[in-house]
T-cell receptor, first 114, second 111 residues
Framework: ETGVTQSPTHLIKTRGQQVTLRCSSQSGHNTVSWYQQALGQGPQFIFQYYREEENGRGNFPPRFSGLQFPNYSSELNVNALELDDSALYLC?????????????FGQGTRLTVV | EDQVTQSPEALRLQEGESSSLNCSYTVSGLRGLFWYRQDPGKGPEFLFTLYSAGEEKEKERLKATLTKKESFLHITAPKPEDSATYLCAVQGPQGAQKLVFGQGTRLTINP
């Protein structure tokens, strides 16, 4: 079991609402990445945070935003929720101090938009 | 653009029946190829990282190999507890440690 924890585990929101998902990274890791996984698909990269700044972004609109805190924990915020935002949201922590490093995932937050 | 294709999409085996899962990739400058196992409704669990063609890694009944175009995950004498979705991902040379995943292979081992 990894040291990456996500909250909440499940969430139901109404279309148009806003949501905040949280992630605590594994001890010793300074980088957090967020992924969206639709049912039956592989995870899709949303963005990554390193030293409290965005360090790369995938093909997601600006209503997906994030934060990283001094203790390396992170939040994913999604505004103006759409039905297609229903998915498993995964947080992964890693360390940019090493050139090649594995990313360890949390258990995910299942978001349902109705 | 980096791409990963996994085959087959789904595979059913009898307990003890060995097989291989395939991961074909296109990436400009591979930094690493990763295999993960994912149980339903849970996050991916790290299995292996492969860095260069010819590299092999083993863990219990699993063995991962890498060539310049594809990776294989060999499963020897599988047990029902090996049933899961197996995900392959690549990391390219870009600064961010972005992983590009395939769609996964859903493996079912029947007792």
């Amino acid at each position: 079991e990894t040291g990456v924890t996500q909250s909440p585990t499940h969430l139901i929101k109404t279309r148009g609402q806003q949501v905040t998902l949280r992630c605590s990274s594994q001890s010793g890791h300074n980088t957090v990445s967020w992924y969206q996984q639709a049912l039956g698909q592989g995870p899709q990269f949303i963005f990554q945070y390193y030293r409290e700044e965005e360090n790369g972004r995938g093909n997601f609109p600006p209503r997906f935003s994030g934060l990283q805190f001094p203790n390396y924990s992170s939040e994913l915020n999604v505004n103006a929720l759409e039905l297609d935002d229903s998915a498993l949201y995964l947080c992964a922590s890693s360390s940019l101090a090493r050139m090649n490093t594995e990313a360890f995932f949390g258990q995910g937050t299942r978001l349902t938009v109705v | 653009e980096d791409q990963v294709t996994q085959s087959p999409e789904a595979l059913r085996l009898q307990e003890g029946e060995s097989s291989s899962l395939n991961c074909s990739y296109t990436v400009s400058g591979l930094r690493g190829l990763f295999w993960y196992r994912q149980d339903p409704g849970k996050g991916p669990e790290f299995l292996f990282t492969l860095y260069s063609a010819g590299e092999e890694k083993e863990k219990e009944r699993l063995k991962a190999t890498l060539t310049k175009k594809e990776s294989f995950l060999h499963i020897t004498a599988p047990k029902p507890e090996d049933s899961a979705t197996y995900l392959c991902a690549v990391q390219g040379p870009q600064g961010a440690q972005k992983l590009v995943f395939g769609q996964g292979t859903r493996l079912t081992i029947n007792p």
